[in-house]
């Protein structure tokens, strides 16, 4: 019985006609609007095969003969995107990243059933169609890196299925529309490098689910916004950075962002001092702070930070000055993974700690210019073998350069520029074979520049 069922099915089935003359119409059109084709594919687009057998096409199973998706990335195809694609009504995917496609964003409003649109890494033009959002499936929206201008239309806060939104290094202008706060599903949301403007909405603390938060290289003003606060348990990945963001941070920002990895709030005009409470994160394995306009002290808590792997905190106005105000450079040696410590350019007052040894072994940048440093560095920083990166570059630092130098021999870098260094150049520097740059004018250094040292080129002597 089961199998009669079967076998009348069958027939059925082969009755439907395989070819939807619309949709391979439309891949026609699309080939034709595609102008170079350097490997070639769009030639095996033709009647020898069904068009549900070209490369990058899928049909439907259950509709035959209907594509459901055209995946074609990669590829370095340029011309347009023909509006044709517009008619591929059946479509739920349709992924042209990575090519070279121009011109305008074809109307793609009658495609309800799309739920990946990825057109990232083209050189698209023009607006970004208010249209999309009748596109009400879609999941994943990725139009990064193309030119697209104008505003962002405040009608894709209608997309309630959304849940990965990439719009950045564009020329997008205007303001972060508050409407996606109905966006619910919203896990990744990046509108970086662009030319927005305005403060960021409070509503945007409204998405339950979002993990990743990137909103850099804007023009963005105010605060820190507060509604962020109630992202608690979701956000993972916060990026703010070269903004024109200021004031103080709030002070409780590290208990209510507890579960943050990432967080970038550099190249800003933030102010008043860093939070203790983001000593609370536990989970924090970056942390930018640098080139704003923090002051006072750096906060101990941060030695609390056992997955810390880059911290910088340089170009700001932190300050250092007696045993107490020093202590957070000496809880840093539990932050075993550091990998990148930069505190160069701020108000560090004093002789270097001795637990500089202690740091993480795997510290591959150091960074001290720019402080008020004096006395001498401390002989255990030859433990830091693992160095690339050493600045001590525009502090009051003196004293012989003695053999700790040899001992990083890794080291690519090495500026102690405008110091007081003193006596001979030590001949040990002729270990450092990587080294590229050595900075070490406006010293007191004497003595015959060691002749082990012509093994490489100083690039900046
Ligand atoms: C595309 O769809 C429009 C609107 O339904 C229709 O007028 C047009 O003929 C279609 N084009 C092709 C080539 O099928
Ligand atoms: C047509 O496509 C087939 C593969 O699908 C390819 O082998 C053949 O070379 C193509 N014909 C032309 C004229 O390019
Ligand atoms: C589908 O279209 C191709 C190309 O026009 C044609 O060669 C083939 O016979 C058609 N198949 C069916 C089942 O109509
Ligand atoms: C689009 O295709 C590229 C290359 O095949 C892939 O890396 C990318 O993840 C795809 N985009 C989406 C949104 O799935
Ligand atoms: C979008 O969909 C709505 C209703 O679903 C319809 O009224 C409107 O015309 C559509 N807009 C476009 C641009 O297709
Ligand atoms: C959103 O996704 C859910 C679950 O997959 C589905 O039931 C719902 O119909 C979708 N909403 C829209 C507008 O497509
Ligand atoms: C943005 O516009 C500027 C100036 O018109 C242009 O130089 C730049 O390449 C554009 N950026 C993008 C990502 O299109
Ligand atoms: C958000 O959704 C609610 C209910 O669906 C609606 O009333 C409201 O207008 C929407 N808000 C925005 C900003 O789109
Ligand atoms: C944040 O949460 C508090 C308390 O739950 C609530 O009063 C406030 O309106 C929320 N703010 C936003 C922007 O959602
Ligand atoms: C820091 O503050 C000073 C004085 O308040 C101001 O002149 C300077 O522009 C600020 N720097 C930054 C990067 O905001
Ligand atoms: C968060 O950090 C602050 C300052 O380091 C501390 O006083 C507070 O008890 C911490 N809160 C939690 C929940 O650990
Ligand atoms: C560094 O150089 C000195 C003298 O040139 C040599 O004695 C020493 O063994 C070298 N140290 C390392 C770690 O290679």
Known sequence: MSIMLLLSFGVLCSAVPENNTEDMLSLIGFKQAITYDPSGILKHWNSSTTFCRWEGIKCSRRHPGRIVELHLAGLKLSG?????????????????????????????????????????????????????????????LFLSYNSFVGEIPPKLGLLSNL?????????????????FSNSSSIQVMSLSYNHLSGGIPDELGKLPSIRWLALGGNRLIGGFPQGLLNLSNSLRVLGLESNKLGNRLPLNIGDSLSNLQWLFLNRNMFQGKIPASLGNV???????LENNNFTGEIPSSLGKLKSLYYLNLGGNGLEAKDAQSWEFFNVLINCSGLNILALDRNQLDGTIPGSIGNLSNSLEMLTLGGNKLSGIVPTSVANLQSLINLGFDYNNLSGKIVEWVGMLTKLQSLNLYQNKFSGPIPSSMGNL???????????????????SLGIFNSSHC
């Open 80 to 140: 347009q995107i023909s509006s044709l694609v517009g008619n591929l009504t059946f479509l739920k995917k349709l992924n042209l990243s990575t090519n070279g496609l121009s011109g305008r964003l074809p109307p793609l409003n009658r495609l309800h059933r799309l739920q990946i649109l990825d057109l990232g890494y083209n050189s698209l033009q023009d607006t970004i169609p208010d249209a999309l959002a009748n596109c009400s499936k879609l999941r994943k």
């Open 163 to 179: 849940s990965d939104l990439r719009f950045n290094t564009n020329n997008l202008t205007g303001t972060i529309p508050s409407t």
């Open 282 to 288: 536990s989970g924090m394995e970056r942390l930018e």
């Open 433 to 451: 074979t990587q080294l590229t740059l050595l900075s070490l004018a406006l010293n007191e250094f004497e003595g015959p520049i060691p002749s």
